[in-house]
Protein backbone atom coordinates (compact mmCIF):
# COMPACT_ATOMS: atom_id res chain seq x y z
CA UNK A 1 0.00 0.00 0.00
CA UNK A 2 1.63 3.40 -1.04
CA UNK A 3 2.09 6.20 1.52
CA UNK A 4 0.88 8.65 -1.05
CA UNK A 5 -2.82 9.05 -1.62
CA UNK A 6 -2.64 11.45 -3.95
CA UNK A 7 0.69 12.07 -6.55
CA UNK A 8 -0.07 14.84 -9.50
CA UNK A 9 2.58 16.33 -11.70
CA UNK A 10 2.44 18.91 -13.87
CA UNK A 11 -1.15 18.62 -14.27
CA UNK A 12 -2.79 20.99 -16.91
CA UNK A 13 -6.55 21.60 -17.36
CA UNK A 14 -7.85 23.65 -20.39
CA UNK A 15 -11.47 24.59 -21.22
CA UNK A 16 -10.91 25.81 -24.61
CA UNK A 17 -8.18 28.51 -24.35
CA UNK A 18 -8.99 28.90 -21.03
CA UNK A 19 -6.32 27.25 -18.32
CA UNK A 20 -8.32 26.44 -15.07
CA UNK A 21 -5.48 24.54 -13.85
CA UNK A 22 -1.43 25.38 -14.86
CA UNK A 23 1.59 22.99 -14.43
CA UNK A 24 0.41 22.27 -10.57
CA UNK A 25 2.45 19.07 -8.62
CA UNK A 26 1.68 18.52 -5.25
CA UNK A 27 1.68 15.35 -3.46
CA UNK A 28 -0.75 14.10 -0.24
CA UNK A 29 0.10 11.37 1.87
CA UNK A 30 -1.91 8.96 3.26
CA UNK A 31 -3.84 9.67 6.24
CA UNK A 32 -3.35 13.46 5.98
CA UNK A 33 -6.24 16.45 5.99
CA UNK A 34 -5.29 19.03 3.84
CA UNK A 35 -7.32 22.33 2.92
CA UNK A 36 -7.89 23.50 -0.61
CA UNK A 37 -7.86 27.46 -0.72
CA UNK A 38 -7.95 30.34 -2.78
CA UNK A 39 -10.70 32.87 -4.23
CA UNK A 40 -13.57 31.84 -6.04
CA UNK A 41 -12.61 31.43 -9.91
CA UNK A 42 -9.01 30.28 -9.11
CA UNK A 43 -9.38 26.63 -10.10
CA UNK A 44 -10.20 24.51 -7.21
CA UNK A 45 -13.14 22.82 -7.94
CA UNK A 46 -12.02 21.98 -11.54
CA UNK A 47 -8.70 20.02 -9.52
CA UNK A 48 -11.10 18.39 -7.02
CA UNK A 49 -13.23 17.05 -9.93
CA UNK A 50 -10.24 15.73 -12.01
CA UNK A 51 -9.08 14.11 -8.78
CA UNK A 52 -12.39 12.41 -8.53
CA UNK A 53 -12.35 11.46 -11.83
CA UNK A 54 -14.77 13.22 -13.68
CA UNK A 55 -13.15 15.74 -15.65
CA UNK A 56 -10.23 14.61 -17.94
CA UNK A 57 -6.79 16.49 -17.94
CA UNK A 58 -5.63 18.25 -20.75
CA UNK A 59 -1.38 17.48 -19.95
CA UNK A 60 0.28 15.92 -17.17
CA UNK A 61 -0.32 12.97 -14.32
CA UNK A 62 -2.43 12.09 -11.79
CA UNK A 63 -2.46 9.25 -9.65
CA UNK A 64 -4.84 8.65 -6.83
CA UNK A 65 -3.94 5.57 -4.86
CA UNK A 66 -1.51 4.34 -6.93
CA UNK A 67 -4.12 4.16 -10.25
CA UNK A 68 -4.94 7.05 -12.92
CA UNK A 69 -7.71 9.61 -11.98
CA UNK A 70 -11.27 8.14 -12.72
CA UNK A 71 -10.08 4.31 -13.33
CA UNK A 72 -13.12 2.17 -12.36
CA UNK A 73 -11.22 0.57 -9.39
CA UNK A 74 -10.88 4.02 -7.59
CA UNK A 75 -14.72 4.58 -7.21
CA UNK A 76 -15.31 3.27 -3.82
CA UNK A 77 -12.46 4.44 -2.82
CA UNK A 78 -12.82 7.52 -3.76
CA UNK A 79 -15.83 9.31 -2.29
CA UNK A 80 -16.59 13.47 -3.58
CA UNK A 81 -19.33 16.01 -2.92
CA UNK A 82 -19.71 18.30 -4.51
CA UNK A 83 -21.08 22.30 -3.19
CA UNK A 84 -24.40 21.36 -3.86
CA UNK A 85 -26.43 18.95 -2.00
CA UNK A 86 -26.38 15.95 -4.28
CA UNK A 87 -29.26 14.23 -2.37
CA UNK A 88 -33.26 13.99 -2.99
CA UNK A 89 -35.40 16.42 -0.89
CA UNK A 90 -38.83 14.54 -1.39
CA UNK A 91 -36.90 11.29 0.42
CA UNK A 92 -36.19 11.07 4.11
CA UNK A 93 -32.16 10.70 5.21
CA UNK A 94 -32.24 6.98 6.04
CA UNK A 95 -34.08 6.33 2.68
CA UNK A 96 -31.65 8.56 0.56
CA UNK A 97 -29.12 6.95 2.18
CA UNK A 98 -30.43 3.51 1.69
CA UNK A 99 -31.08 4.28 -1.82
CA UNK A 100 -27.38 5.47 -2.42
CA UNK A 101 -26.12 2.31 -0.42
CA UNK A 102 -28.21 -0.23 -2.49
CA UNK A 103 -26.50 1.39 -5.77
CA UNK A 104 -22.88 1.66 -3.96
CA UNK A 105 -23.36 -1.92 -3.26
CA UNK A 106 -22.23 -1.06 0.75
CA UNK A 107 -23.36 -3.44 2.82
CA UNK A 108 -26.63 -2.58 4.91
CA UNK A 109 -25.00 -1.51 8.01
CA UNK A 110 -23.20 1.02 6.18
CA UNK A 111 -26.79 2.93 6.30
CA UNK A 112 -26.71 3.46 10.18
CA UNK A 113 -23.01 3.96 11.02
CA UNK A 114 -22.85 6.41 8.38
CA UNK A 115 -26.14 8.49 9.62
CA UNK A 116 -24.31 8.46 12.93
CA UNK A 117 -20.66 8.90 11.81
CA UNK A 118 -22.13 12.66 10.41
CA UNK A 119 -24.49 13.06 13.70
CA UNK A 120 -28.17 12.40 12.33
CA UNK A 121 -29.66 9.77 13.96
CA UNK A 122 -32.37 11.70 15.18
CA UNK A 123 -33.18 12.90 12.20
CA UNK A 124 -32.81 9.83 10.03
CA UNK A 125 -37.08 10.01 9.80
CA UNK A 126 -37.18 13.87 8.40
CA UNK A 127 -37.69 14.07 5.03
CA UNK A 128 -34.45 16.23 3.48
CA UNK A 129 -36.27 18.84 1.94
CA UNK A 130 -36.90 20.18 5.79
CA UNK A 131 -34.14 19.98 7.03
CA UNK A 132 -31.30 22.83 7.40
CA UNK A 133 -28.59 23.66 4.89
CA UNK A 134 -25.77 22.55 7.19
CA UNK A 135 -27.90 18.90 7.83
CA UNK A 136 -28.32 18.58 4.06
CA UNK A 137 -24.72 19.10 3.43
CA UNK A 138 -24.33 16.26 6.29
CA UNK A 139 -26.77 14.04 4.72
CA UNK A 140 -24.28 14.73 1.23
CA UNK A 141 -21.19 13.50 3.60
CA UNK A 142 -23.46 10.53 4.94
CA UNK A 143 -23.67 9.24 1.03
CA UNK A 144 -20.18 9.90 0.30
CA UNK A 145 -19.19 7.85 3.62
CA UNK A 146 -20.41 4.73 1.86
CA UNK A 147 -18.62 1.83 1.91
CA UNK A 148 -15.02 2.06 2.97
CA UNK A 149 -13.52 5.32 0.84
CA UNK A 150 -10.25 6.33 1.60
CA UNK A 151 -10.04 9.86 0.51
CA UNK A 152 -12.51 12.02 0.66
CA UNK A 153 -13.10 14.87 -1.53
CA UNK A 154 -15.34 17.65 -0.26
CA UNK A 155 -15.64 21.03 -2.56
CA UNK A 156 -17.08 24.12 -0.63
CA UNK A 157 -18.82 22.16 2.12
CA UNK A 158 -19.06 24.95 4.37
CA UNK A 159 -20.23 27.68 1.84
CA UNK A 160 -23.33 29.81 2.79
CA UNK A 161 -23.56 28.10 6.19
CA UNK A 162 -23.73 30.15 9.24
CA UNK A 163 -20.74 29.98 11.94
CA UNK A 164 -22.36 27.43 14.43
CA UNK A 165 -22.95 24.88 11.55
CA UNK A 166 -19.54 25.82 9.94
CA UNK A 167 -17.71 25.22 13.17
CA UNK A 168 -20.01 21.64 13.55
CA UNK A 169 -18.98 20.42 10.04
CA UNK A 170 -15.27 21.11 10.84
CA UNK A 171 -15.32 19.33 13.72
CA UNK A 172 -16.76 16.51 11.77
CA UNK A 173 -13.96 16.59 9.29
CA UNK A 174 -11.13 16.48 11.92
CA UNK A 175 -12.16 13.27 13.50
CA UNK A 176 -12.73 11.55 10.22
CA UNK A 177 -9.47 12.39 9.87
CA UNK A 178 -8.26 11.79 13.43
CA UNK A 179 -9.83 7.98 12.51
CA UNK A 180 -7.37 7.88 9.53
CA UNK A 181 -9.25 9.14 6.36
CA UNK A 182 -7.56 11.66 3.80
CA UNK A 183 -9.51 14.31 3.63
CA UNK A 184 -8.89 17.27 0.73
CA UNK A 185 -11.43 20.21 1.49
CA UNK A 186 -11.91 23.53 -0.64
CA UNK A 187 -12.72 26.73 0.67
CA UNK A 188 -12.33 30.51 -0.31
CA UNK A 189 -12.70 30.99 3.72
CA UNK A 190 -9.19 31.81 5.04
CA UNK A 191 -9.98 31.50 8.64
CA UNK A 192 -10.74 27.38 7.77
CA UNK A 193 -6.94 27.12 6.79
CA UNK A 194 -6.03 26.74 10.20
CA UNK A 195 -8.55 23.57 11.14
CA UNK A 196 -6.70 21.34 8.81
CA UNK A 197 -2.65 20.22 9.14
CA UNK A 198 -1.46 21.26 5.31
CA UNK A 199 -2.87 23.98 3.29
CA UNK A 200 -2.32 24.59 -0.17
CA UNK A 201 -2.70 27.65 -1.46
CA UNK A 202 -3.98 28.42 -4.93
CA UNK A 203 -4.44 31.60 -7.51
CA UNK A 204 -5.35 31.62 -10.91
CA UNK A 205 -5.23 28.04 -11.46
CA UNK A 206 -1.35 27.68 -9.98
CA UNK A 207 -0.47 26.24 -6.86
CA UNK A 208 1.42 29.12 -4.88
CA UNK A 209 2.25 27.04 -2.27
CA UNK A 210 2.12 23.93 -0.15
CA UNK A 211 2.54 24.36 3.62
CA UNK A 212 1.51 24.20 7.24
CA UNK A 213 -0.84 26.56 8.94
CA UNK A 214 1.97 27.54 11.40
CA UNK A 215 4.45 27.60 8.34
CA UNK A 216 2.16 30.32 6.69
CA UNK A 217 2.45 31.94 9.85
CA UNK A 218 6.06 32.14 9.98
CA UNK A 219 6.84 32.80 6.74
CA UNK A 220 4.29 36.03 6.28
CA UNK A 221 4.63 36.70 10.15
CA UNK A 222 0.99 37.19 10.43
CA UNK A 223 -1.57 35.32 12.35
CA UNK A 224 -4.50 36.73 10.23
CA UNK A 225 -4.82 33.96 7.54
CA UNK A 226 -6.59 36.27 5.36
CA UNK A 227 -3.80 38.69 5.18
CA UNK A 228 -1.29 35.72 5.16
CA UNK A 229 -2.55 34.85 1.73
CA UNK A 230 -1.95 38.35 0.40
CA UNK A 231 1.32 38.94 1.82
CA UNK A 232 2.39 35.54 0.07
CA UNK A 233 -0.07 36.65 -2.85
CA UNK A 234 2.57 39.48 -3.30
CA UNK A 235 5.54 37.72 -2.63
CA UNK A 236 4.75 35.49 -5.07
CA UNK A 237 4.32 38.64 -7.75
CA UNK A 238 7.57 39.94 -6.58
CA UNK A 239 9.57 37.08 -7.43
CA UNK A 240 7.93 36.54 -10.83
CA UNK A 241 8.72 39.97 -11.75
Known amino acids: MSDRDLVIERLTKKFGTFVAVDDLSVTVPQGSFFALLGPSGCGKTTLIRTIAGTQRITSGTLHVLGEPAGTP ?27 FASVLGAPAGD ?6 AVDLGRYA ?18 VALLGAPRLLL ?10 VLREELWQLFRSLADDGLT ?31 DGLRERTHSDDMERAFLILV ?4 RSAA
Open 234 to 237: RETE
Open 125 to 142: GRVVGRLSGGQRSRVSLA
Open 73 to 99: ALRPLVAYAAQTAAVYGDLTVAENVQY
Open 111 to 116: VDRVID
Open 154 to 163: LDEPTVGLDP
Open 183 to 213: LLVSSHVMDEAARCDNLLLMRDGSLLTSITP
